[in-house]
């Protein structure tokens, strides 16, 4: 059996472990994400139950709508992740895991508020 990817914030204070049964990567180009991340948000769906973090004392978690929760490194301000209010499942940055992970984007969300300066 493969080893769970193990990511890390820039500063690496903050790893974390996701599922090695997690299959491809989900591309968000709503708004908000745009916003958060200066680009479309890339992620990969895992349980929340499944993911392990390391250095829990330096995430901040805060509601960013009312639909959702995210989280950044206090040190580095790295985003981590967001988490669907009643959702059992956590959405984490797919850039914590360095640029060797074999997944690919599997979906778009929202693609169609893509800005025009990206194809």
Same mark, same amino acid.
């Given at each position: 059996?493969?080893?769970?990817?193990?990511?890390?914030?820039?500063?690496?204070?903050?790893?974390? $472990?996701?599922?090695? @049964?997690?299959?491809?990567?989900?591309?968000?180009?709503? =708004?908000?994400?745009?916003?958060?991340? &200066?680009? +479309?948000?890339?992620?990969?769906?895992?349980?929340?139950?499944?993911?392990?973090?390391?250095?829990?004392?330096?995430?901040?978690?805060?509601?960013?709508?009312?639909?959702?929760?995210?989280?950044?490194? $206090?040190?580095?301000? @790295?985003?981590?992740?967001?988490?669907?209010?009643?959702? =059992?499942?956590?959405?984490?940055?797919? &850039?914590? +895991?360095?640029?060797?992970?074999?997944?690919?984007?599997?979906?778009?969300?929202?693609?169609?508020?893509?800005?025009?300066?990206?194809?």
């Amino acid at each position: 059996m493969p080893s769970p990817p193990t990511g890390r914030c820039h500063c690496g204070a903050v790893t974390v $472990e996701v599922p090695s @049964s997690m299959s491809g990567v989900l591309a968000c180009h709503c =708004d908000d994400c745009q916003r958060l991340h &200066g680009n +479309f948000f890339a992620f990969v769906a895992a349980p929340a139950a499944d993911v392990r973090w390391t250095g829990e004392e330096h995430i901040r978690w805060y509601d960013s709508s009312p639909a959702a929760r995210r989280s950044f490194c $206090e040190r580095c301000g @790295s985003r981590l992740a967001k988490k669907p209010v009643g959702s =059992d499942r956590v959405l984490v940055s797919v &850039g914590l +895991f360095g640029p060797e992970t074999g997944l690919r984007i599997e979906k778009n969300l929202y693609a169609d508020r893509k800005p025009d300066w990206y194809a």
